[in-house]
């Protein structure tokens, strides 16, 4: 994979710029604390698991992929080169151990999203693509490989699955599945929510630029093409800061639960100011010059130090078997 950037850098004269691979970055080290929270309470859901994983292999998996193969454009090396270039540059940055694949749908929202579990793949939205810089969309393509990063995927598309399932159970049992139903539905969408901050963190890692992250969700929120020339992200930044101000009334903090509860996402000011309040803690900057400043690790063991205590691992580990660190989900 490497070797591909270099490669691209080298002959098309671009790639990662001034941005930094992050070797042996785990998922672990950018995790939001929302997300951890709400993922503890969702894995306390007596056979969430069982039943996602059953359900994503024998049904969901399959026909999402035969869904967007068979409506999506593929993007490869041959076809939207420029795309797949940002793709690739991406995964070398947050180390993915993969290229997942890669298709653009036609829609003229400014996004996309991930999907699969067994095998993932991205979607780019062709509105994303027309609209955004490739600085931008390069903050887009690392947010979706965020979530793969972090194994989002399979609790994700139990959100939509859960509602179908606890329709037609609430038949069998006169109403009373759906009540069950609607509960863990509302719960995985709040973590849904919540894990959408983690990818916003991967996001910037991605493209390594505060201001492309925040014009990118200025755009995601609305701005007319033909403004995008006036865009100040400073303005928008002052307006995300200001966004904690609603936290310290319960009042509002109701409010703002009521109002996003069915949603996937929260409000795009809301991941701004999240993104801002990290960037502003120093968590960011470490992990950049912590995992910048690691060599490659070469040799024909496959085995890299853990960044805790030192101990040899393979990287498929779940915990250090030296000193029991939680690594990357995935």
Known sequence: ?????????????????????????????????????????????????????????????????????GSGIRVNKNNFPDIHQLLVEACDIL????????????????NGFASGSENPIIVLYSGAI???????????????????KSGHMLYHQMGSIIPVLGEIASVLTLGISSIVGTSLTLALLYWHRMSEFTADRAGLLAC????????????????????????????????AREFQDFDYDSLDKIGK????????????VMRAHEILK???????????????????????????????????ITGKEKFCPGCGTRFGRR
């Open 1 to 69: 994979m490497f070797i591909i950037t270099y490669f691209l850098i080298t002959t098309l004269g671009v790639g990662l710029v001034n941005r930094k691979i992050l070797y042996q970055l785990q998922s672990v080290e950018y995790e939001h604390e929302f997300d951890r929270k709400a993922l503890q309470s969702l894995e306390g859901t007596p056979g969430l698991e069982k039943l996602s994983r059953k359900y994503q292999k024998h049904y969901i998996e399959r026909v999402v992929r035969l869904d967007f193969t």
């Open 95 to 110: 180390q993915l151990n993969y290229i997942p694949e890669l298709y653009i749908l036609w829609d003229y929202q400014v």
């Open 130 to 148: 027309d609209l955004l810089s490739k600085e931008e969309l390069l903050y887009i393509i690392g947010h979706e490989l965020g979530h793969i």
């Open 208 to 239: 390594q630029n505060k201001e492309a992250a925040m014009s990118a969700m200025m755009k995601m929120s609305g701005v007319p093409k033909n403004h995008f020339d006036k865009i100040k992200t400073e303005d928008f930044i002052e307006q």
């Open 257 to 268: 639960a009521v109002l996003i509860m069915n949603s996937t996402h929260p409000w795009t």
């Open 278 to 312: 990290w960037v502003d803690s120093g968590a960011y900057d470490q992990i950049i010059e912590k995992h910048s400043a690691i060599k490659k690790v070469s040799g024909s063991t496959g085995t890299m130090p853990c960044l805790n205590c030192g101990f040899e």
